[in-house]
């Protein structure tokens, strides 16, 4: 069998689960302070509940269809024009929702579209910045993004409590560190981690273009 996780319980982590999670830490800041909840932030809430409802709408209603389940069910490309973009949006929406101050410095040159194995690093930095958001108790974290004519690098670092990389193959503690190592081999990349107490450093580098699957297509 595949060191791949099963296509819906990566597609409900990436997706629902992450902008759950978020919701929740946003919801946490706001009881923290003094008196009601300000209408703004309920405001927030039910946004952002209401795209992951509709969200799981879309995954049921295509798990409802009769046939096999496309091995390709993974989140769509980003709204956004390449990858700088999207990650600086991502990263400007944790800040807001999680009070994390982040920083992305790009080295790129900006394309103006998704080419190569763009999603991929983008899917691998998300997942790292949300478990930033999420477990690390970091009050700063930092992103790097640059390439070659062969290679695309991208450092993600926090000032965080660390944690212990080793246990991440442990797929309830740690399922989408073990999913990104999974997406990073299959790209023809790699992805080391270290960590400890003075916060985490993740470095990704894949190749510039996706390696062919079996099937000849572009894995993704």
Do not use: K
Request: net charge positive.
């Amino acid at each position: 069998m595949s060191g791949e996780p099963a296509v819906p319980a990566q597609v409900l982590h990436d997706g629902v689960l992450q902008g759950l999670a978020v919701a929740r830490i946003r919801l946490g800041r706001a009881l923290a302070g003094a008196g009601p909840l300000p209408r703004e932030v309920g405001e927030e809430l039910r946004e952002l509940l209401d795209g992951e409802i509709a969200g799981l709408r879309r995954l049921i209603a295509g798990a409802a269809q009769p046939g096999p389940v496309e091995p390709a069910a993974e989140p769509d490309v980003p709204a956004h024009q390449d990858l700088p973009s999207a990650l600086a949006a991502t990263a400007a929406h944790l800040q807001s929702a999680t009070g994390v101050r982040i920083r992305v410095d790009n080295h790129t040159t900006a394309s103006g579209s998704w080419a190569g194995n763009d999603l991929v690093a983008y899917r691998i930095v998300r997942e790292a910045l949300h478990n930033t958001a999420r477990h690390s108790g970091a009050a700063h974290a930092w992103v790097s993004l640059a390439s070659s004519r062969s290679r695309l690098v991208c450092v993600v670092s926090d000032d965080g409590h660390g944690f212990q990389p080793a246990q991440g193959t442990a797929p309830r503690a740690h399922f989408g560190l073990g999913a990104s190592y999974a997406r990073a081999r299959a790209a023809g990349g790699y992805l080391a981690v270290r960590s400890g107490g003075d916060g985490t450093s993740l470095t990704l580098s894949l190749p510039r273009e996706p390696r062919p699957a079996p099937d000849g297509r572009s894995r993704r």
